[in-house]
Nanobody, 128 residues
């Protein structure tokens, strides 16, 4: 089991920045690949970004590419999502997710069902 706790959400202005963090506990963090997803009101949850267990490989949704940056600090058991050039359409609840790389490699790590563990979510509101 791994527990995930997001922090850093809040209100940001369009064009501004916010930084989310997700602290993991319970298992060796370096055994887990991490992802960020978001869910806007009235919409399905969608993939935002993911990072592999070492931090050397990342991927982004087209809607955030060039504006958001995912990173991780395995010594601090934390993954980050730096969000720059915020847009009103970035308003959503952001979720951190994890899966263990010890036992399997998902075909598509942008899919929700690739992840076994989820945080409770943090609200991000980007005002125009």
């Amino acid at each position: 089991q791994v527990q995930l706790v997001e922090a850093g959400g809040g209100l940001g202005q369009a064009g501004g920045s916010l930084r989310l963090s997700c602290a993991a506990s319970g298992r060796p963090f370096s055994n887990y690949a991490m992802g960020w997803f978001r869910q806007a009101p009235g919409k399905e949850r969608e993939f935002v970004s993911r990072i592999n267990s070492s931090g050397r490989s990342t991927d982004y949704a087209d809607s955030v590419k060039g504006r958001f940056t995912i990173s991780r600090d395995n010594a601090k058991n934390t993954v980050y999502l730096q969000m720059n050039s915020l847009k009103p359409e970035d308003t959503a609840v952001y979720y951190c997710a994890a899966y263990s790389v010890t036992f399997y490699t998902p075909i598509d790590p942008s899919r929700e069902d690739s992840y076994n563990y989820w945080g409770q979510g943090t609200q991000v509101t980007a005002s125009s």
